[in-house]
């Protein structure tokens, strides 16, 4: 008797498949073939509107599924899945005619009909892996291209036809332009870096090892979860895929050590949402803004050095402080893992980390031959491992979680590109921008406030990869405008994009943590602000002074790292009220005030606030010491 073959292990088949080929269709891209940049984007949307389509599938979520509706649901699937390679087909088969097409501004009938497919193809995948927040913006988006011309006043136009609109979104300026070009020029590779650091135990190792640094002080699971949520966030790229992972096991540690259920989860969403902000990988959004602001990504790492340390170190003493609130102790000594045995087991996935940053920084490689050559690096070691050796199964693996995680990339990118064209057919980014300026009154301060909640606003519910893309469209060009550098302004939008992670009332990050906790999302999210704070404070701390996003071998930047210190221990103390023991409400004044001098851009106000806070700090450590002398 034949064993019949499941629908989902065909499926499952294809997945294999076509991961397989979308890695060698990006790294072939950089080693073996060169394609023209549209084509090269084409194959990308198209191996991701399939895997879309087969990853989330119709009626998914519905729990009460009749055959007829399965059947259904499968039949429209695989019509997506049809119509996606079709479009994709038809502009790598037909490029020379889609590039004239480009060229003279002017759709054929076949073109636009394509168009319309694309364009509600796109919508469609945005919705089934992102929800309906981005498409419905998306939508409005082209109704406003539509229906501008009956807008009064600044945001007005002159209205364009189907025709104009279909064009602009089946184009280099729409679906085929920047985000999506950024996801398949960038983003992938470095999605595949991360996920053959997964299947190399990469999540283990580094919570291993961040078991065995901190583990042992007091509160050590809490600050062990800072730590790995830090090591992992930087090559996971998603804040949520982040709590879940690593929440899964440092939530309910952090629990069971004593700290309470909104902490615990509030400490890891804004651990994991901060790897989005801390070099070397940053997530999709740092690649964006690469392409967008034509600064090299190696420049805007270095420049986000000094704010991810400031917002980790902040965090970091939030939660000692907390333990020392609350006395609690760190880990039993049955529960550390050896580190040497931790950081040797890890030398297999530093040394590809170490190949990344020489190629990037020091040689001043492109981030693209910089991820191959960081694969190829892991490859080789885990083939040469002996005690845990790289399989063919794993090589296969890697591609396949790579491919999953493309997902969500290629929803989000190809959406935005739908509003990016809007932007661009209608002059809305340029509107927007003076807009806000003129709310502002043109000065500074108060339309980098306008700026933020713009920001929160348009952040809600999208990943950050969309939320900067619509943000920097709209808004950057006011700051830029009133001064501020181009990657000043950038890196402000990026962090207020990453920090509506945790920001209720939508805060994805927050709640996913609040499942992981079992504590209220809206609770955990308020706490989870409190102590992502200074991420909300360094926007607008570069912003007005560029000095913390730049780096020289020179005593001002050594001041300005010092500077940067104080203000995160300040801003802990002064939040949570407790140095060894808790402290009057004048001293929080006082590290208030201290914080003030520091963050101005002025040498001596900044040696002020240090020697200030040094007496401060100082004083209490040595009456903390001084106290327990006397008890032993």
Known sequence: MEKKISYEKIVKWIIIAISLFAVFIHVGNYTIFTLPSIMFYAWHLMIGMVLIFLYYPLGRKRENKS??????????????IALALLIGFYVVLNFDAYSQMMQNNQLTQEMFVLGIIVTLLTLESGRRVLGNVLPIIAIIAILYAYFGDKIPGLFGHRGYNTQRITLSIFSDRGVYGTPIGTSATNVYLFLLFAAYLAVSGADQIFQDIAIAAAGRKRGGPAKMA??????????SGSCVANVVSTGAFTIPLMKKNGYRAKFAGAVEAVASTGGQIMPPIMGAAAFVMADITGISYAEICIAAVLPAVMYYVCLFKMVDLESVRFDLKGLPEDQIPDLKQSLARGMKLFVPVAVLLIMMIGLKTTPMKAAIWSIAAILVLGFLDKKDRMTIKGVVDGAVAAAKSLCAVVGACATAGIVVSVFSLTGLGLKFSNFIVQLGNNALIPSLI?????????????PTTAAYIVCATAIAPALTGLGVPVLAANLFLLYF????????PVAVASYAAAGIAEENPVQLGLTAVKLGITGFILPFAFALNPDYITFHFDIQTLMTWLSGLVVAYSLAIAFQGYVEKKITLVERAVYLGIICLVIVPNFWSSLTGIVLFAAFYGYRQWEAKKAAGAVS
């Open 450 to 462: 306008l700026s933020m909640l713009v920001c929160a606003v348009l952040g809600m519910g999208l």
């Open 226 to 235: 800072v730590i790995a949520s830090a090591f992992f966030g930087t090559i």
């Open 67 to 80: 055959k007829g509706f399965i059947i259904a649901c499968r039949i429209i699937d695989w019509i997506l």
């Open 497 to 504: 994009a990453s920090l509506s992670a945790i920001t209720p």
